[in-house]
């Protein structure tokens, strides 16, 4: 089973429309998780850390299950620009430092 | 503004060649990453180091070898390099803490002919 696991994707949805992701982890012992952005052909970015809590980001909401050990985003009110590829990051103790794990990555797509 | 720089785009080798690929961070942090991505199989960790002049291995180092002489200087070199290392390759550099920030570099984009 992988560590990080996401569904590929793509997802396709009009623009204004309300998409979720989620994403599961294997390791119970994980402290912290993220969600990173990739546009096509760049580096990856940081759009989100997720609490225990839940936080909000003006569209985005992301949220933690330590229970069934998933995390998810919410993107509402689509716009173009969101079409990208959203990788779900979780950390783990390795040696010397925390490994961030990286799923491979939901593609959406945001149509006109 | 954080910034990862990386030596090259994109650089196009021959099979035996040795290839050194060069990052450099600007933020003071411990930990530096080399990463490899490839449609479907996502990231993948090749390396890491946690200080100067340590390195890890991270889940698939083999055909590679890490340099860390300087604190904002990491470099990945392939000894031998083979049509299988063919990739985009990606440097980053995060703070020593559970839940920093980690960045990017904008990628290396290596051909093996």
């Known amino acids: 089973r992988k560590e990080v696991e996401q569904d590929p994707g793509p997802f396709n949805v009009p623009e204004g429309a309300t998409v979720a992701f989620n994403c599961t982890y294997s390791n119970s012992a994980s402290q912290s998780f993220f969600w990173y952005r990739q546009d096509c052909r760049k580096e990856p970015k940081l759009l989100m850390s997720?609490?225990?809590s839940g936080n909000e980001d003006g569209r985005f909401t992301a949220q933690l299950n330590r229970a069934s050990q998933y995390i998810s985003l919410l993107i509402r009110d689509s716009k173009l620009s969101d079409s990208a590829t959203y990788l779900c990051?979780?950390?783990?103790?390795?040696?010397?430092?925390?490994?961030?794990?990286f799923g491979t990555g939901t593609r959406l797509k945001v149509l006109a | 503004d954080v910034k990862v720089t990386q030596s090259s785009r994109y650089l196009v080798k021959r099979t035996g060649e040795k290839v050194f690929l060069e990052c450099v961070q600007d933020?003071?942090?411990?930990?530096m990453f080399w990463y490899r991505q490839d449609p479907g199989l996502g990231l993948r960790l090749i390396y890491f180091?946690?200080?100067?002049?340590?390195?890890e291995k991270g889940d698939i180092p083999e055909g590679y070898s890490v340099s860390r002489e300087k604190k904002e200087r990491f470099s990945l070199i392939l000894e031998s390099a083979s049509t299988n290392q063919t990739s985009m390759y990606l440097c980053?550099?995060?703070?020593?803490?559970?839940?920093?920030?980690?960045?990017f570099g904008p990628g290396t984009r290596l051909l093996v002919l």
């Open positions: 180091s946690y200080d100067v002049k340590m390195k």
């Open positions: 997720v609490y225990s």
């Open positions: 990051v979780v950390n783990s103790r390795g040696s010397g430092t925390y490994k961030y794990i």
């Open positions: 933020m003071d942090h411990e930990n």
């Open positions: 980053a550099s995060r703070g020593a803490g559970a839940q920093e920030t980690q960045y």
